[in-house]
């Protein structure tokens, strides 16, 4: 069974204060790892998408990073607006999430 | 382009009732998935469904819930005699038609459901 593991449960930076978090993945064969971001009340927002080891993909001040056991969103001078939950999933139609990492970028 | 819209954004119901949560996926996307989050638990998938199909419900408890995606209409995820414990957000995501894993699910907005 599919289980994805998200650390740490929250973090708060200053803004501009560079961090990285982190997704360990265990799968019998991975078929894409899936980054969200999750404001309060809301549905989650697509990311990133990372199919094969070694794959990395970046938006404005977001890169995503995939090895054969783990994935990393690297976030980069955040901004308060950063501030959300970020969601790690692994699957193809059947999505396993994570717990998600609670972000808080303090001004 | 709207993207999936889910209806109603907020469902108070009382035990014993039934739920009817609605959503529409995103023009040109034929695969439909629901799932639950229970306040501070992460999101779980519940069922997939195509056009007319389920294609996967492992997810879904065996009593009282059920799911459809008509040829015509939108996707229904129906919850008979409601118990508190199903108090949660639904959230149902779609995609596009193709090789199952190489595209993204994108998701609504979501149903809270409460249970009086």
């Known amino acids: 069974e599919d289980q994805v593991t998200q650390s740490p449960e929250a973090l708060r930076l200053q803004e501009g204060e560079s961090s990285s978090l982190n997704c360990s993945y265990t799968v019998s064969g991975l078929r894409g790892l899936f980054w969200y971001r999750q404001d309060p009340g809301k549905g989650p927002e697509f990311l990133f998408t990372?199919?094969?080891a070694g794959e990395e993909k970046e938006k404005e001040r977001l890169k995503a990073t995939l090895t054969k056991k783990e994935s990393f969103l690297h976030i980069t001078a955040p901004k308060p607006e950063d501030s959300a939950t970020y969601l790690c999933a692994v699957g193809d139609q059947k999505l396993v999430f994570g717990q998600g990492t609670r972000l808080t970028i303090n001004p | 382009n709207a993207g999936v819209m889910q209806n109603p954004r907020h469902l108070v119901r009382r035990r014993g009732q039934e739920a009817r949560l609605r959503c529409s996926p995103m023009k040109g996307h034929s695969h439909v998935y629901w799932y639950r989050q229970l306040p501070e638990e992460g999101l779980k998938f519940m069922v997939y469904l195509q056009k007319e199909n389920i294609i996967d419900e492992s997810g879904m408890p065996k009593e009282r819930f059920s799911a459809e995606f008509p040829k015509e209409g939108p996707s229904i995820l129906r919850i008979q005699q409601v118990v508190r414990g199903d108090s949660a957000a639904y959230f149902c995501?779609?995609?596009?038609?193709?090789?199952?894993?190489?595209?993204?699910?994108?998701f609504g907005p979501g149903t809270r459901l409460t249970v009086l």
């Open positions: 995501a779609s995609s596009p038609p193709g090789l199952a894993g190489r595209n993204e699910q994108f």
């Open positions: 990372l199919y094969s």
